[in-house]
C-alpha cells in the first residue's frame, strides 16, 4: 500500500472524510503541493503533524475542500431556474422547501433567496445550505463578499440586498434569516427529505463514478415528487433514468415516481 493510501485510511479515522471517494488525480495532486509546501517529504510525515496541529489540519480541511463559488455562477444556467423552473414549482406551492448542498461562502443559497424574493416575500423563503467545512460555514453567515463575487448580480437586486462597507459588500439580514446553514457531509451523513429544489453544483466532477452515483440516488430519495435537481455546467447526468430523474432542462432533471 502506498504512503497515500495509507495516509487517506488514516483521514478516514481522524475526520470521518473518506477521501477514496474523490478522483485520486486531482485530490493526490492538490495535497501533495500543499504537503511539499509546507515541508514534509512523505504523507506519513504530513499526517503525524496534522494529527498535533490544529491550525495545519484546518488548512488541510480548507485545501481537500473546493471553495470556489460567486454568485449567480454560470449566470444562462440560473436564468433558466428564475423564469422557467420555479415558476412551475411555486405553482404548486408558494413556500418551497430548497437545499444548496456543498454550499461553500453562501453565493449559492444567497442567490436562491433573491431570485425567490421577486415571486414571494422574503418571510416565506426556506432554505437549507450545507457544507463539508466549518470555516467557509462561517464565512458564509457572515454574508461578507468582494466585488467580484457579485459581478453577475442584476444591478437592481444588488442595490435592494447589499450595503457597501470599504471594499467590501454585506447582504442584508432579511436574506440572511431564510438561510439555515449546516455542516454536512454528501459521502457519509444522513440526508434530509422531501426537498422541492435541491442545488448541488460544481462538486460532483470531484467524486469518483462510484461516488456519484450513491449521491445522485440519495439526492433523488431527498426529493419531493416531481421535485428538481440542479446540477453544475460541467455535471451532466447522462443516464438520468438510472436515478429516477428525467431531463427537465440542460442541467435540470426531474425526479420521476416510476
Given at each position: 500500500m502506498s504512503d497515500y493510501q495509507t495516509f487517506i485510511q488514516s483521514i478516514k479515522k481522524k475526520t470521518g472524510i473518506d477521501l477514496s471517494l474523490y478522483k485520486e488525480v486531482q485530490?493526490?495532486?492538490?495535497?501533495?503541493?500543499?504537503?511539499?509546501?509546507?515541508?514534509?517529504?512523505?504523507?506519513?510525515?504530513?499526517?503525524?503533524?496534522?494529527?498535533?496541529?490544529?491550525?495545519?489540519?484546518?488548512?488541510?480541511?480548507d485545501k481537500m475542500t473546493i471553495n470556489v463559488s460567486e454568485f449567480y455562477r454560470n449566470s444562462g444556467r440560473w436564468e433558466v431556474l428564475e423564469k422557467k423552473i420555479l415558476p412551475d414549482l411555486l405553482q404548486n406551492n408558494r413556500k418551497l422547501k430548497i437545499w444548496s448542498a456543498a454550499c461553500s461562502t453562501g453565493d449559492e443559497p444567497y442567490t436562491l433567496a433573491m431570485m425567490l424574493s421577486q415571486y414571494v416575500d422574503l418571510s416565506q423563503v426556506s432554505i437549507l445550505a450545507t457544507d463539508i467545512d466549518d470555516r467557509i460555514l462561517d464565512r458564509a453567515k457572515q454574508g461578507i463578499y468582494s466585488d467580484r463575487a457579485l459581478k453577475e448580480v442584476p444591478n437592481n437586486l444588488k442595490k435592494k440586498f447589499f450595503t457597501q462597507q470599504d471594499n467590501a459588500y454585506v447582504i442584508d439580514d432579511k436574506v440572511k434569516r431564510a438561510i439555515t446553514f449546516k455542516k454536512h457531509n454528501l459521502l457519509s451523513d444522513p440526508y434530509p427529505n422531501n426537498f422541492d429544489l435541491i442545488v448541488c453544483r460544481n462538486v460532483m466532477i470531484y467524486f469518483t463514478e462510484e461516488a456519484k452515483a450513491a449521491i445522485y440516488h440519495k439526492f433523488n430519495q431527498s426529493l419531493n415528487d416531481d421535485g428538481v435537481f440542479f446540477v453544475g455546467s460541467t455535471e451532466q447526468i447522462f443516464s438520468p433514468e438510472k436515478y429516477n430523474f428525467k431531463v427537465l432542462d440542460t442541467f435540470f432533471y426531474q425526479k420521476t415516481t416510476s
Open positions: 485530490m493526490k495532486r492538490r495535497l501533495t503541493s500543499l504537503r511539499d509546501k509546507k515541508g514534509y517529504k512523505d504523507f506519513d510525515a504530513y499526517f503525524q503533524a496534522l494529527k498535533n496541529d490544529q491550525a495545519l489540519m484546518e488548512e488541510f480541511l
